[in-house]
């Protein structure tokens, strides 16, 4: 039987994908039409169509496989069309989930993230038990990942063989979009990076989220989810940590919650002319504000996590991003 993944082409799909063929799986990976495959170029994997607003497509790809891997989301932070938020998060995991129930399929990994955990402020080490609280942020990505989990949770209790990983801000190697986390690595080694402002986050190695995944798949118990996070650390310090690792001047100015809102607001408002994303949002300033800092253990004891130190993944990451022209070569 065969292994799907959505959202292959992606970040951590493409991730879990290169770890599920470490391990030996047979691995059937749904892509679009638009879709940019250069992380899963060469391969050895069977490519279909699938679209998780299709619900067809889905039955399709899910037809003769016994593993789900549903990686698939719409990850952004500022968007023109807030509309595919809703659609590719919430319908389409539904659409997804639906029928991988009505196949009967063995277990299924449903990728969602630590902010449906919510942000509970520097030095509360919250767990999975914590209470979503990111209403007040208006980030269309955070708010549409929570109630794609409650959708997750329904079909789970009808009968899906579930298990829910919840990563937190995620770096590392063949971040190709790069991602908002990838972005903001290139921004401040570029020296593009403003400032920073109080705030706390918890960083992991995409390797590390890949493995996580497996293991959710090998060991992880039915309705349950896990975070899969490694290193709490305050954003300055994680921004100094990146431009030491860069070799570049970290941003030293200190940036009052205000200012930082109103920089938001006037990147927000080059990127609907430009089309590029913004630097940084305004959603991502306010959860910036709120702060996140987790407890792991629950992955660590029961799913065996792997934890790279930070450090190293910066360097290979950085390492990446300047072999493959993102960062700009230093005079």
Request: aromatic share 8%.
């Amino acid at each position: 039987m065969k292994t799907l993944v959505t959202g292959s082409t992606g970040f951590i799909g493409s991730a879990v994908v290169r770890e599920l063929l470490k391990a030996g799986a047979d691995v059937r990976v749904t892509v679009r039409e638009d879709s940019d495959t250069r992380n899963i170029d060469g391969l050895d994997v069977e490519r279909v169509y699938g679209d998780t607003r299709d619900r067809e497509s889905m039955r399709a790809a899910l037809k003769g496989c016994d593993t789900l891997y549903h990686v698939a989301a719409y990850f952004a932070h500022w968007s023109r069309n807030k509309d595919i938020f809703y659609e590719v998060n919430v319908e389409g995991t539904r659409n997804v989930l639906e029928e991988a129930l009505a196949l009967g399929l063995q277990k299924v990994v449903y990728t969602s993230t630590s902010n449906t955990i919510g942000s509970h402020g520097a030095g509360n080490y919250v767990d999975e038990e914590a209470e979503f609280n990111g209403w007040e942020a208006g980030d269309h990505y955070v708010i549409s990942k929570y109630l794609a989990e409650v959708e997750a949770k329904k079909i789970c209790e009808r009968g899906l063989p579930l298990v829910i990983v919840n990563p937190t801000l995620v770096i590392g190697v063949r971040d190709i979009k790069p991602t908002p986390s990838g972005a903001l690595i290139v921004d401040i080694a570029n020296g593009e990076m403003p400032g920073y402002i109080d705030g706390a986050i918890n960083v992991i190695d995409v390797e590390d989220v890949a493995r996580g995944h497996l293991l959710a798949d090998e060991r992880g118990r039915i309705g349950e989810r896990y975070i899969l996070g490694n290193e709490n650390l305050m954003v300055r310090d994680f921004f100094w940590m990146v431009a030491d690792v860069a070799g570049v001047k970290p941003p030293r100015l200190k940036l009052p919650y205000g200012i930082a809102l109103l920089l938001g607001h006037v990147f927000e408002a080059h990127a609907r002319v430009s089309g590029k994303p913004p630097v940084v949002s305004v959603s991502q300033v306010r959860l910036g504000k709120m702060g996140e800092h987790f407890d792991n253990s629950k992955a660590v004891s029961e799913l065996g996590l792997p934890l790279t130190p930070i450090r190293t993944t910066l360097e290979n990451t950085i390492g990446w991003f300047r072999e493959n022209g993102y960062i700009k070569k230093r005079a």
